[in-house]
C-alpha cells in the first residue's frame, strides 16, 4: 500500500484512488497500522493530484498571457 506512487499515474487515477483511500478511513474498522499506511497513500496521491492540478494551472496562466500578448500586439 505505501512506498512511491507511479510517476504516470494519471489524475483521474490518483483521484479516484484517494477518494476509496478516504471512504476506506472513514468507515473505520481497520488496525492502526492500516490506518496509517493508508493515509501516507492518501498524502502521496493528494501530491500527485496537487502536481496535475499546478501544471494545469500554468498551462492555463501561459495560454492567456500568450493571447494578452496576441492582443496587445494587435
Known amino acids: 500500500m505505501t512506498g ?5 499515474l494519471g489524475y ?6 484517494l477518494i476509496e ?4 478511513l ?9 490506518s496509517l499506511a493508508l493515509w ?9 493530484c496537487r502536481r496535475w492540478l499546478e501544471g494545469a494551472r500554468a498551462r492555463l496562466d501561459a495560454a492567456l ?8 500586439e494587435e
Open 40 to 48: 501516507e497513500r492518501g498524502e502521496e496521491l493528494a501530491k500527485v
Open 12 to 17: 483521474e487515477q490518483a483521484r479516484d484512488e
Open 65 to 72: 498571457a500568450e493571447e494578452e500578448k496576441a492582443e496587445a
Open 21 to 24: 483511500v478516504v471512504r476506506r
Open 4 to 8: 512511491k506512487v507511479d510517476a504516470a
Open 26 to 34: 472513514e468507515a473505520g474498522g481497520t488496525t492502526l497500522e492500516e
